[in-house]
């Protein structure tokens, strides 16, 4: 099976949920188990965040999230045209957060790592970050 959905969103704390959610009713065609739905929900959810928090500090733009299903693989783009990140290496780091005064841990990288099979950032400074989540879910037997 093969489909594909591009979404374009506002930077606003509410889409948060928004982003989660239309990933999970997407997906639902593999049969996904409890235990792999949660994940993806969470690991979408910090990053849907990390671009409303990071990627747009002090304005309002667009992220765009792409999901694909294809032969029971999943694959998440979480696309923004904020700041972007000066170091990823560094922001890839358990514990380093640009915002402590937020009170934010700096373990949305390594949530999002943990719950997925594959995990990439790319960034440029001024341009903006993408977020690549791949789930392999056996269509079969999720």
Do not use: C, W
Request: avoid cysteine.
């Amino acid at each position: 099976m093969f489909n594909k959905a591009t979404i374009t969103f506002l930077s606003i704390s509410q889409n948060e949920a928004f982003a989660r959610n239309a990933v999970a009713s997407f997906m639902l065609p593999l049969n996904p188990t409890l235990s792999v739905l949660s994940d993806v929900k969470t690991a979408v959810s910090e990053a849907v965040t990390n671009a409303i928090v990071h990627g747009y500090p002090d304005s309002v733009g667009d992220i765009e999230l792409t999901i694909i299903l294809s032969d029971g693989k999943l694959h998440i783009e979480i696309k923004d045209y904020g700041v972007g990140i000066e170091s990823v290496d560094d922001a890839l780091e358990p514990f380093y957060t640009t915002k402590a005064e937020n009170e934010r841990s700096g373990m949305g990288f390594t949530v999002m790592k943990s719950f997925m099979d594959e995990f990439s950032v790319s960034s440029r400074l001024n341009e903006g970050t993408t977020v690549t989540l791949i789930k392999y879910v056996n269509e079969n037997n999720a």
